[in-house]
């Protein structure tokens, strides 16, 4: 079994920062995609940003956001910039990963962690 953790989250002012890491655990043969969703009360969930598993401690700036990931702690990070109050959402780490028994393929979802931008 699978498990993506999720931490980071919680509540900043408008143009503050927030750092987001998600680490996965268990049977892990191979992690492909990784990446974060988000999600407003009553709205879709959106994809934020992804990473491949060749960016290796590398940044991808987004914008705002830069996301990295460190493959030898499974672990993939979104840092936020400059934030603003339409931010506010539960935010999701994905990752697509291939695992024992089997060595099957599947997409593997966080809990989510809230991110709050208010004054």
């Known amino acids: 079994q699978v498990q993506l953790v999720e931490s980071g989250g919680g509540l900043v002012q408008p143009g503050g920062s927030l750092r987001l890491s998600c680490t996965a655990s268990?049977?892990?043969?191979?992690?492909?995609?990784m990446g974060w969703y988000r999600q407003a009360p009553g709205k879709e969930r959106e994809l934020v940003a992804a990473i491949a598993s060749s960016t290796n401690n590398a940044d991808s700036v987004k914008g705002r956001f830069t996301i990295s990931r460190d493959n030898a702690k499974n672990t993939v990070y979104l840092q936020m910039n400059s934030l603003k109050p339409e931010d506010t959402a539960v935010y999701y780490c994905?990752?697509?990963?291939?695992?024992?028994?089997?060595?099957?393929?599947?997409?593997?979802w966080g809990q989510g962690t809230q991110v709050t931008v208010s004054s």
């Open positions: 994905y990752a697509h990963i291939t695992s024992q028994p089997f060595g099957s393929w599947n997409n593997y």
């Open positions: 268990g049977s892990i043969i191979s992690i492909a995609t």
